[in-house]
């Protein structure tokens, strides 16, 4: 495509974005032929792969049917979605499912699901919902507002909520918010059971979330974890909360649900915290486009291909070859100061100095520089960081990669890495 063509697609004209062409398996073609290996599964969304013919005729058959139907309406693939869902993926005692069309849209969703819970069983003082420092939980000015990722909040603050977080890797912290805060204020507690894009695939102690759910049940207060990124396979267990076996109460997920070929979200629910806002005959308003036919057709097909094909079991092992492998590749690196995460959700944190663990200036943008000397070398890989951890890359390849691509992925992680830093 003429440069000039594409440069009229971003909103705010600045750099000529790369133009793909197609897709293909575990690889982006771009307009002029250079083929890009998928490493970051896009932004941490494709599960199954590229350009599987399944899903092309499932939604050729999909729209062939029904097109707009408003979302409170039954369809076949609504109905199937959630039999999939509650028969095959979700842990016990989550029967409810709520389809949006985005992990935002999500986790706006599960915050006023939150609050409508408490004021339907008369516990109208219950409203805000802690967050962690560091998280990201979308771009919505309540997403932004319960999270806590500094470049993407930066000056929208005076906009945002301003509610309560505790700090992402302290068990003890979350107890003392509630208390300074009062418990009676409290509707919910949110965290991603690992921080994707705001921490780099970073992974609490394992006395973390056994002590936020403690905190919680104690104190009546809903547990929400944020799966957007980790759910659904991509940690190698069905949801990230398992690796602590937590009980959470309400489930947030996007992304890999819909593999990429359609824009879903999901959030999911135990009886007990959709019960009371039945009783009281309340609800919560839709999005037009929540639980699109389309997008829940398509989502079934891929999650039945997952279960079919074992990805999720793929994910776990193909993840631990290619952790094992960046560790022995870049553990010694002078500019890694970590390499962490589960299954395909890896993180590399990087660092001007290793040791101490001194970051590059701000100014560098040094996760962007090692994305872009690693996409010249025909590799995406996402960029990612706030706060403490300004610079890191995230690794979320398809779970259908092979040893091959394993080691495309370390060798050009480590040529780009080397490259940036000059
Ligand atoms: C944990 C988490 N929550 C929410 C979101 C927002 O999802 P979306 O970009 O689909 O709106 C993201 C996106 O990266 C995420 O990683």
Same mark, same amino acid.
């Given at each position: 495509?003429? !440069?000039?063509?594409?440069?009229?697609f971003?909103?705010?004209p600045g750099?000529?974005p790369i133009?793909?062409?197609?897709?293909?398996?575990?690889w982006l073609?771009?307009?002029?032929?250079r083929?890009?290996?998928?490493?970051?599964g896009?932004?941490?969304?494709?599960?199954?792969g590229h350009?599987? !013919?399944?899903?092309a005729r499932?939604?050729?058959?999909?729209?062939?049917?029904?097109?707009?139907?408003?979302?409170?309406?039954?369809?076949?693939?609504r109905? /199937?979605?959630?039999?999939?869902?509650?028969?095959?993926?979700? !842990?016990?005692?989550f029967?409810?499912?709520?389809?949006?069309?985005g992990? /935002?849209?999500? *986790?706006?969703?599960?915050?006023?699901v939150a609050?409508?819970?408490?004021?339907?069983a008369?516990?109208?003082?219950?409203w805000?919902?802690?967050g962690?420092?560091?998280?990201?939980?979308?771009?919505?000015?309540?997403g932004l507002?319960v999270?806590?990722h500094?470049?993407?909040?930066?000056?929208?603050?005076?906009?945002?909520?301003?509610?309560?977080?505790?700090p992402w890797?302290?068990?003890?912290?979350?107890?003392k918010?509630?208390e300074?805060e009062?418990?009676e204020?409290?509707a919910a507690?949110?965290?991603?059971p690992?921080?994707?894009a705001?921490?780099?695939?970073?992974?609490?102690?394992?006395?973390?979330?056994p002590?936020v759910?403690?905190?919680c049940?104690?104190?009546?207060?809903?547990?929400?974890?944020?799966?957007?990124?980790?759910?659904?396979?991509?940690?190698?267990?069905?949801w990230?909360?398992q690796?602590?076996?937590?009980?959470?109460?309400?489930i947030?997920?996007?992304?890999g649900?819909?593999?990429?070929?359609?824009?879903?979200?999901?959030?999911?629910?135990?009886d007990?915290?959709?019960a009371?806002i039945?009783?009281?005959?309340?609800?919560?308003?839709?999005?037009?486009?929540?639980?699109?036919?389309?997008?829940?057709?398509?989502?079934l097909e891929?999650?039945?291909?997952?279960?079919v094909?074992g990805l999720?079991?793929?994910?776990?092992?193909?993840?631990?070859l290619?952790?094992?492998?960046?560790?022995?590749?870049?553990?010694?690196?002078?500019?890694?100061a970590?390499?962490?995460?589960?299954?395909?959700?890896?993180g590399?944190?990087?660092?001007?100095?290793r040791n101490?663990?001194?970051?590059?200036?701000?100014a560098?943008e040094?996760?962007?520089? *090692?994305v872009?000397?690693?996409l010249?070398?025909?590799?995406?890989v996402?960029p990612?960081g /706030?706060?403490?951890v300004d610079?890191?890359?995230?690794?979320?390849p398809?779970?259908?990669?092979?040893?091959?691509h394993?080691?495309?992925?370390?060798?050009?992680?480590?040529?780009a890495?080397d490259?940036?830093?000059?």
């Amino acid at each position: 495509m003429d !440069p000039q063509r594409a440069a009229r697609f971003p909103f705010v004209p600045g750099d000529t974005p790369i133009v793909i062409d197609r897709t293909e398996d575990v690889w982006l073609v771009t307009g002029d032929g250079r083929r890009i290996l998928d490493a970051g599964g896009g932004a941490i969304v494709t599960n199954i792969g590229h350009g599987r !013919p399944e899903i092309a005729r499932v939604a050729a058959e999909a729209l062939g049917r029904i097109d707009y139907v408003v979302p409170v309406w039954a369809t076949e693939a609504r109905v /199937s979605l959630v039999e999939e869902l509650v028969d095959h993926w979700l !842990p016990d005692g989550f029967t409810r499912c709520a389809f949006v069309s985005g992990g /935002s849209e999500s *986790v706006d969703l599960a915050v006023r699901v939150a609050r409508t819970h408490h004021l339907s069983a008369g516990r109208s003082s219950r409203w805000k919902v802690i967050g962690r420092d560091v998280a990201y939980h979308g771009s919505t000015l309540s997403g932004l507002s319960v999270g806590a990722h500094d470049r993407r909040r930066s000056g929208l603050e005076p906009m945002l909520t301003d509610l309560p977080k505790s700090p992402w890797l302290d068990p003890d912290a979350l107890a003392k918010v509630i208390e300074f805060e009062g418990p009676e204020t409290i509707a919910a507690f949110i965290g991603e059971p690992i921080t994707g894009a705001a921490g780099g695939a970073m992974v609490p102690p394992e006395d973390y979330w056994p002590a936020v759910e403690e905190v919680c049940r104690r104190h009546e207060i809903l547990l929400i974890v944020d799966e957007v990124m980790t759910g659904l396979g991509r940690t190698g267990l069905n949801w990230g909360h398992q690796h602590w076996g937590i009980k959470p109460d309400l489930i947030v997920a996007g992304k890999g649900l819909s593999g990429g070929y359609a824009p879903m979200g999901g959030v999911y629910a135990t009886d007990d915290v959709v019960a009371p806002i039945a009783e009281a005959g309340a609800g919560t308003m839709y999005y037009t486009f929540a639980g699109h036919d389309l997008g829940c057709a398509i989502s079934l097909e891929v999650l039945r291909i997952m279960r079919v094909e074992g990805l999720v079991e793929r994910a776990a092992s193909i993840g631990a070859l290619l952790r094992h492998r960046l560790d022995e590749e870049l553990g010694d690196h002078p500019h890694v100061a970590d390499i962490r995460g589960r299954g395909l959700l890896l993180g590399i944190e990087l660092a001007a100095d290793r040791n101490t663990g001194r970051p590059f200036p701000r100014a560098d943008e040094m996760a962007t520089q *090692v994305v872009g000397a690693a996409l010249d070398r025909g590799l995406w890989v996402y960029p990612a960081g /706030s706060g403490p951890v300004d610079d890191a890359v995230l690794i979320g390849p398809p779970f259908t990669i092979t040893e091959e691509h394993v080691e495309l992925i370390v060798s050009g992680l480590r040529d780009a890495i080397d490259a940036a830093v000059g």
